[in-house]
């Protein structure tokens, strides 16, 4: 053990040098602290080295996937609701225009509650998989979803 205590010692001295680390970033201000209150002390160390490393567990990295998955939803709903509505203002002189743009608008809502289910089937695993304590993540439901999205002004 001296020997590596030893070897540690100089790698430490050789690090530090002649002690003037004024050029280093961030030199002279104060390292920041994070808020570990709610992480119980056994699991810091644990918890330090894992975002060291950039490693999380995977019920984090699903909750990460599933939350820019339902961001995506609606963004989609959204955008496509104003492109419907654009479409409608600008077929009301044609009738075969405007049947044209409520078929479109038809299949993309059946392609769009497909997407949701498929959502809400990930979500649910993902439930299951999460520690206790952890808040679930919502189930959406794709018909409110469209109505919000076709009641929003263009």
């Known amino acids: 053990m001296k020997k590596w205590e030893r070897i540690a010692d100089q790698l430490i001295n050789e690090a530090i040098g002649d002690?003037?680390?004024?050029?280093l970033p961030g030199a002279g201000k104060r390292l920041p602290t994070k808020d570990e209150s709610l992480t119980p002390s056994e699991w810091r160390a644990a918890f330090k080295m894992m975002?060291?490393?950039?490693?999380?567990?995977?019920?984090?990295?699903?909750?990460?996937?599933?939350?820019?998955?339902e961001a995506e939803l609606r963004e989609q709903?959204?955008?496509?609701?104003?492109?419907?509505?654009?479409?409608?203002?600008?077929?009301?002189?044609?009738?075969?225009?405007?049947?044209?743009?409520e078929s479109d608008w038809?299949?993309?809502?059946?392609?769009?509650?497909?997407?949701?289910?498929?959502?809400?089937?990930?979500?649910?695993?993902?439930n299951l998989?999460?520690?206790?304590?952890?808040?679930?993540?919502?189930?959406?439901?794709?018909?409110?979803l469209i109505e919000g999205a076709?009641?929003?002004d263009a």
Do not use: C
Not at 51 to 69: C, F, Q, S, T, Y
Not at 116 to 125: G, P, Q, S
């Open 150 to 152: 076709l009641r929003r």
């Open 19 to 23: 002690g003037d680390v004024s050029h």
């Open 77 to 101: 709903i959204n955008s496509r609701a104003n492109e419907h509505r654009r479409k409608l203002a600008r077929a009301k002189a044609s009738i075969q225009d405007a049947a044209g743009a």
């Open 129 to 144: 998989t999460l520690p206790s304590g952890i808040p679930h993540r919502h189930i959406l439901i794709g018909e409110a």
């Open 51 to 69: 975002e060291d490393h950039n490693v999380m567990p995977e019920w984090i990295a699903n909750g990460a996937r599933l939350e820019k998955m």
């Open 106 to 126: 038809n299949r993309y809502q059946a392609r769009f509650l497909e997407r949701v289910e498929r959502y809400n089937r990930e979500a649910l695993v993902h």
